[in-house]
């Protein structure tokens, strides 16, 4: 019996001709959400793949089609979708061709996700002024991440490629799956005991399920707890996840993160020579107008002739000398001057006459004091009556039985009033 041997084509066509031919597999009515979402330029074609809990499919949709939708899909989307079920002959694979396609909300973890994001927030994990700054110079760099695939090729030969100076230790860790969070969350504790400068954490790209490790809540609160400045990885530009809010820095692919750990050798070397250039222009520069001040104060006048500096300062102490003896011979002569009116007065000649003039005058003024002296009233045999330490001048301020001083000449009498009598 002859055995025939088909090729992988004539298989890969009959098993798409199976499909094509089943009326079942050319309108079909799915229900899923989008993941993995990717719009071609310029030609408009939509790659994506629709799944549920269990199952996944890839899916395309024609420019011809895709213009006709009434949203924008994105990762995360819950869709309804129409199309048809066949083969893509050129690697074998079944995948659904979408004629059309409506939003039914968002799916379940975009909804988690996006819970998780405003529980975190409002706790602060994404508070700006608590993120850590990346050092410039880094001596050591921690990768937390796969230790096969192009996540760490990338990040390993971008920075070999940058800054060959820095040592690297990688941390490998599940990223997807169960028990990735869990791996991930301890090799991040791990790597505080290393002494490390940056820490990089990530993975790269795929659908948000496997991103799925890096929106968990105990990986959260492993970068927002890490003592070390964490650059976030996770995914392709498009990709975010809630490590990247938590982080000090987020970086948009693995390569970019490198980048943005270490700094380019090249521009350093370049930056040196420059410095290095204006430094060596600027002490150039310096000597030459240094040398050019020495030479003009070599030419000057006062070099040459150091002499005339003596003679100028000599003529000038002379000249403040004989102002000098001028100005005391000034101050002399108008005192002397002062002195002579002084001592040619008239009170100066006559002291005694001025004593007798004012002794005169003194004589005049007691003895109108002593007509005003009320005392001289009493040697003429006057009194002077007080109550109470008050002359009396009236007998309405006396009453009878008050007790009154009379003021003699040569002392004080107390009486009694009696018999007051007031004259008409």
Known sequence: MDTTYMSVAELTKIIKDNFDNNTFFNRVYIKGEISNFKRQVPSGHCYFTIKDEYSKISSVMFS???????FEPKDGDSVLVIGKVSV????????LYVDEMSNDGAGELY???????????????????????IPRFPKRIGIVTASTGAAIRDILNTINRRYPLCETILFPSLVQGSGAADDIEKNIKESEKYNLD????GRGGGSIEDLWPFNEKKVAYAIYNCTIPVISAVGHQIDYTISDFVADVRAATPTAAAELAVPNIMDISLDIDSKVNRLTNYIKTKIVNYNNYINSLLSSYIIKNPRKIYEIKDNNVNNLKERLINSIYNIISENNYKYNIIMSSYIIRNPRKIYESKKENVNKYLDRLEILNPLSSLKRGYCILKKNNKSINTIKN?????????????GVVNASVKNIKEEL
């Open 111 to 133: 909804k988690k996700f996006l819970e998780l994001k405003k529980e975190l927030a409002q706790e602060g994990l994404f508070d700006e002024f608590k993120k850590k700054s």
């Open 88 to 95: 893509y002959e050129p690697n074998g694979n079944y995948q």
């Open 198 to 201: 940056v820490l990089i954490v």
């Open 64 to 70: 011809s089609k895709a213009s006709k939708m009434l």
């Open 398 to 410: 006396i009453k009878n039985n008050d007790v009154i001083d009379i003021k003699l000449v040569d």
